[in-house]
């Protein structure tokens, strides 16, 4: 077997040594199963490790062996977020509420995958029903950022990047509704892709938010992020919000546009963005202005009302699609004498803080007499948002912006302050309510001891991944 060095291994390197015979698909789950028990006892990112990932290897070992060329994901060792549906294993959405439910059946993600020759190695820890942004709110306990184990891991597909910034997976699914692959993939400098709404399948997806949520790649440089993200797009019947899908991108010069709500090219900054974040931005600036790609300062002007709209919208779907676990149709349940009080028992005992949290906020902007005063005028900054994108757009081909206001912050900081984790989301709930698909790359480290990665945001029109693949890569060669 050829000697591995894990943190240089990419998908095409495991395709082009499969197909060249440097190793099998057995011997690459072994390597990384070692990785996790050396690992992931002092990180957390797992919940379960399937041991049937022997198997999965072994049967495309057989295959190819039999004669058969290796598929464009062959032997690829997978993390899956709690939250994705895999035949017969346990899914929990990291909640006591769903702590002993087994899918039914795959989700179109995951039979995608699997028919590329992916092997999943096991479902990774998130915050519950992908409600937060630090992976804090799990039922199952904290996940730690690999970078400094007192810092969170971003949320909240924080297991799934953890997984793969320590190298204890090469690539991960996670689901991004208002920024949770994006945020965790800063945190734990690694690529996170959020795809336009549509381009891929939400089938077999824990809903959250079905009007915002989107499965993503996380992965370790852009080309792993764009190999996933070429098997499991495209439209599917069985998710009527999925459309047909044919990879666009712009010319070899972009045009970049600046967001002045997001950073000042005139101060080099903005108020309330880490001194790290903006010598991040205007590096990148000056790479993209070396390659001759134009920069220009644009605006988002209903940029400032999608915290606030993301905050309505979001509970509002929340309260519909949790309103499914009552004890009665799926996983656990409380005793009581009547229904009433086995619902409100079960929801009352198995739900966690936030996701009650969240379901009671999103109750009360539906209720008869709030719902136009919240969720009617939520819906209408919605629209204003979409449209400042279409506008943009017409000017420039992809947008430049911090992917999160400063560096992971530390386990404990902000999870009694509510409102201060929600501004965590600032800079990446836009893309969720209009729809645009958004990557987040690394692309510095602190300046302290520490080194904690940095992330930069781009942001590209609806079905324009190909634009982000190619900046990403114009930055990541030239960093």
């Given at each position: 077997m050829?000697?591995?060095?894990?943190?240089?291994?990419?998908?095409?390197?495991?395709?082009?040594?499969?197909?060249?015979?440097?190793?099998?698909?057995?011997?690459?789950?072994?390597?990384?199963?070692?990785?996790?028990?050396?690992?992931?006892?002092?990180?957390?990112?797992y919940?379960?490790?399937?041991?049937?990932?022997?198997?999965?290897?072994?049967?495309?070992?057989k295959?190819v062996?039999?004669?058969?060329?290796?598929a464009?994901?062959?032997?690829?060792?997978?993390?899956?977020?709690?939250n994705?549906?895999?035949?017969?294993?346990?899914?929990?959405?990291?909640?006591?509420?769903?702590?002993?439910?087994?899918?039914?059946?795959?989700?179109?993600?995951?039979?995608?995958?699997?028919?590329?020759?992916?092997v999943?190695?096991?479902?990774?820890?998130?915050?519950?029903?992908?409600?937060?942004?630090?992976?804090?709110?799990?039922?199952?306990?904290?996940?730690?950022?690999?970078?400094?184990l007192?810092?969170?891991?971003?949320g909240?597909?924080?297991?799934s990047?953890?997984?793969?910034?320590?190298?204890?997976?090469?690539?991960?699914?996670?689901?991004?509704t208002g920024?949770?692959?994006?945020?965790?993939?800063?945190?734990?400098?690694?690529?996170?892709?959020?795809?336009?709404?549509?381009?891929?399948s939400?089938?077999?997806?824990i809903?959250?938010?079905?009007?915002?949520?989107?499965i993503?790649?996380?992965?370790k440089?852009i080309g792993?992020?764009?190999?996933?993200?070429?098997?499991?797009k495209?439209?599917?019947?069985?998710d009527?919000?999925?459309?047909d899908?044919?990879?666009?991108?712009?010319?070899?010069k972009?045009?970049?546009?600046?967001?002045?709500?997001?950073?000042?090219?005139?101060?080099?900054?903005?108020?309330?963005l880490?001194?790290?974040v903006?010598?991040?931005?205007n590096?990148?600036?000056?790479?993209?202005?070396?390659?001759?790609?134009?920069?220009?300062?644009?605006?988002?002007?209903?940029?400032?009302?999608?915290?606030?709209c993301?905050?309505?919208?979001?509970p509002?779907?929340?309260?519909?699609n949790?309103?499914?676990?009552?004890?009665?149709?799926f996983?656990?349940?409380?005793?009581?004498?009547?229904?009433?009080?086995?619902?409100?028992?079960?929801?009352?005992?198995?739900?966690?803080q936030?996701?009650?949290?969240?379901?009671?906020?999103?109750?009360?902007?539906?209720?008869?007499?709030?719902?136009?005063?919240?969720?009617?005028?939520?819906?209408?900054?919605?629209w204003?948002?979409?449209k400042?994108?279409?506008?943009?757009f017409?000017?420039?081909?992809?947008?430049?912006?911090?992917t999160?206001a400063?560096?992971?912050?530390k386990?404990g900081?902000?999870?009694?302050?509510?409102l201060?984790m929600?501004?965590?989301?600032?800079?990446?709930?836009?893309?969720?309510?209009?729809?645009?698909?958004?990557?987040?790359?690394p692309?510095s480290?602190?300046?302290?001891?520490?080194?904690?990665?940095?992330?930069?945001?781009?942001?590209?029109?609806?079905f324009?991944?190909?634009?982000?693949?190619?900046?990403?890569k114009?930055?990541?060669k030239?960093?």
């Open positions: 050829a000697k591995i060095n894990l943190s240089e291994l990419s998908i095409a390197k495991v395709r082009e040594l499969s197909i060249f015979g440097g190793f099998s698909a057995r011997e690459l789950v072994e390597i990384y199963h070692r990785q996790i028990e050396e690992k992931d006892k002092d990180i957390h990112a919940l379960e490790i399937f041991q049937d990932a022997y198997q999965q290897a072994e049967e495309l070992d295959r062996k039999q004669g058969e060329s290796p464009e994901l062959f032997g690829v060792p997978f993390a899956v977020k709690d994705i549906l895999i035949k017969d294993k346990k899914v929990s959405a990291a909640s006591k509420i769903l702590e002993s439910y087994h899918a039914s059946y795959d989700a179109s993600v995951i039979k995608k995958l699997r028919a590329a020759g992916a999943f190695l096991g479902r990774t820890n998130m915050d519950e029903f992908a409600m937060g942004s630090s992976c804090e709110n799990s039922a199952f306990g904290q996940t730690k950022n690999p970078y400094d007192e810092r969170v891991p971003g909240s597909s924080g297991g990047a953890a997984a793969v910034a320590s190298q204890m997976c090469l690539a991960a699914l996670g689901s991004d920024g949770s692959v994006r945020e965790p993939a800063a945190f734990c400098g690694i690529v996170g892709l959020k795809p336009t709404y549509g381009a891929v939400r089938f077999g997806l809903a959250m938010a079905s009007s915002l949520d989107q993503g790649p996380l992965a440089n792993d992020a764009e190999a996933i993200f070429n098997v499991i495209g439209r599917d019947p069985k009527s919000t999925s459309a899908y044919k990879i666009k991108k712009c010319g070899a972009p045009r970049v546009g600046v967001p002045k709500e997001f950073f000042s090219l005139k101060e080099k900054g903005k108020k309330g880490d001194q790290d903006s010598a991040a931005i590096r990148a600036i000056e790479i993209l202005r070396s390659l001759d790609c134009e920069i220009k300062e644009v605006s988002l002007p209903s940029s400032e009302y999608a915290l606030a993301y905050y309505i919208v979001m509002a779907e929340v309260s519909s949790l309103a499914r676990y009552d004890g009665v149709r996983g656990q349940r409380a005793q009581g004498k009547i229904l009433e009080e086995i619902y409100a028992k079960t929801r009352g005992e198995l739900l966690g936030e996701a009650r949290r969240r379901v009671i906020l999103g109750t009360y902007a539906l209720s008869a007499g709030y719902y136009e005063a919240y969720y009617g005028r939520a819906q209408k900054a919605r204003l948002i979409k400042d994108f279409e506008k943009v017409q000017d420039v081909d992809i947008l430049l912006s911090p999160t400063a560096p992971a912050f386990l900081e902000k999870s009694l302050d509510p201060s929600y501004l965590s989301d600032i800079f990446t709930v836009p893309a969720n309510l209009a729809g645009v698909p958004a990557l987040s790359l692309f480290q602190t300046g302290d001891e520490k080194r904690l990665p940095i992330g930069i945001q781009l942001t590209a029109p609806w324009y991944e190909g634009t982000l693949f190619e900046t990403g114009l930055l990541e030239n960093n």
